[in-house]
């Protein structure tokens, strides 16, 4: 059965087919710079083969129809007609309080999608758009949401629930909702797997270090506690956004002149990595390479970056009473054995002792201690995720 997956955010739609009888991916890509006249597909297939084109994408509709043609062309295809896709995987960030799982999309599914839209402005309209494009380009094959903040609302009401008044929560909706979850829970079951243990049986700390970052505490497969709130701002020290600060900071900007807007704009896109080293990047690779070029505002990026890793995985262990496995994933979480080594190198006191070879080597258990808890770097693949969530609501 083949299943296609598709993330439509802001300025691109991102697709992967997967085949689902041999669990592989057949053909993915994206269509960046979408509604600009540069706008351009990027295409692999399972063949090696990779090309690049420039394409009209006015509408989430055209992004996807040029997709679809790569995906049957005569050269670089990697099917005969669109009728073999059986089903669709939508990407949604924000279910809101009541979405537990993913859901096979209906009007209902689609209002509740809307309903969101206060809480993650940025996110649900695109993903919302890319469902309508999709029901248009496809009106015959059942579609799937799967969401970000599903895997989350397994966590108890002690972590999500912020200690304002009781009545301004539930007028706003404002609790911890977390995001990156269908990645979280991914690592989650893929490193118990890796571990020879169920999920159900394990305590878990997952950690996700991308452009965004966020750290999950995972008991028996429910989630204890994550780092990211009402908005993905919250928590870790990310690319762009500042993660924790003092709320009051905040009240101190606007009072000092600053619109919410530009806070806003302050806070999630010139915080974080980019904010603190001033290179005009917010990428990792650019941050260690700075920071060992003697660049000290770089350095102490990198610093306050991993002293806030090591800040909230002590919490977590504190919260789990103790965890068997800390999972690195995202960009940096599976390609840095430098980042993972500067956080891990503190952790001795839990009795985590890293293997210096297999953390350099990006081994899946990097750590070494048979008796202590394991450190491992585990590949995310939130795609198959949500084409195997697919397939189990259309079975
Ligand atoms: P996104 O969150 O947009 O999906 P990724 O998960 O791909 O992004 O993560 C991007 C981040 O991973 C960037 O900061 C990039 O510098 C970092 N990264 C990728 N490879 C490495 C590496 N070998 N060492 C350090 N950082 C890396």
């Known amino acids: 059965m083949k299943i296609l997956v598709i993330n ?30 540069a706008a351009i597909l ?5 063949r090696g083969q990779k090309f690049e084109k420039n394409v009209v994408a006015n509408s989430y509709e055209a992004a996807i129809s040029a997709a679809c043609l790569a995906l049957c062309d005569n050269e670089h295809g990697v099917i005969g007609s669109l009728d073999v896709i059986k089903g669709i995987g939508h990407r949604v960030v924000h279910g ?17 999608i809307l309903d969101c839209y206060e809480v993650a402005p ?3 309209p695109p993903n919302y758009e890319g469902i309508e494009a999709c029901e248009f380009l496809f009106p015959e094959v059942p579609m799937v949401a799967v969401f970000d903040t599903a895997f989350h ?48 049986d394990v305590k878990l700390i997952t950690v996700h270090l991308g452009n965004g970052c966020s750290i999950t505490a995972i008991n028996q497969g429910r989630v204890a506690d994550t780092s990211m709130g009402v908005t993905p701002l919250e928590g870790l020290v990310m690319g762009t956004r500042s993660g924790d600060i003092d709320p009051a900071l905040v009240l101190f900007l606007c009072r000092a002149g600053y619109s919410a807007e530009d806070v806003d704009k302050m806070l999630n896109k010139s915080s974080g990595l980019l904010g603190l ?15 060992d070029g003697g660049n000290a505002a770089a350095k102490l990026a990198l610093d306050v970056f991993v002293h806030r890793l090591q800040k909230y995985i002590g919490a977590y262990a ?32 839990l009795g985590l002792e890293l293997d210096a070879a297999k953390n350099r080597a990006n081994e899946i258990i990097i750590s070494r201690n048979a008796a202590g808890p394991k450190a491992m770097a585990v590949p995310t693949n939130e795609e198959l995720m949500i084409a195997r969530e697919t397939m189990r609501l259309l079975s």
């Open 318 to 349: 504190a919260v789990l009473n103790g965890f068997d496995a800390l999972i690195f994933t995202g960009g940096i979480g599976e390609n840095s054995g430098r980042i993972r080594g500067m956080v891990c190198e503190k952790l001795t006191y």
């Open 42 to 46: 990027k295409y692999s297939n399972h």
């Open 153 to 200: 609302q397994t966590m108890p009401a002690a972590s999500y629930t912020y200690a304002i008044p009781a009545n301004v929560a539930a007028q706003h909706k404002l609790r911890r909702y977390g995001f990156h979850g269908t990645s979280h829970n991914y690592v989650a079951l893929a490193g118990a797997k890796a571990l020879g243990r169920d999920v159900k």
């Open 122 to 124: 940025l996110h649900n």
């Open 96 to 112: 809101g309080a009541e979405v537990t799982g993913s859901l096979r999309i209906s009007e209902e599914v689609k209002q509740t």
């Open 8 to 37: 439509a955010g802001s300025s691109s739609v991102k697709f992967t087919l997967f085949d689902m009888d041999q669990d592989v991916w057949l053909a993915k890509g994206q269509i960046e710079r979408m509604k600009t006249p």
């Open 277 to 291: 080293a001033g290179i005009g990047s917010g990428d990792m690779r650019d941050i260690i390479a700075a920071a």
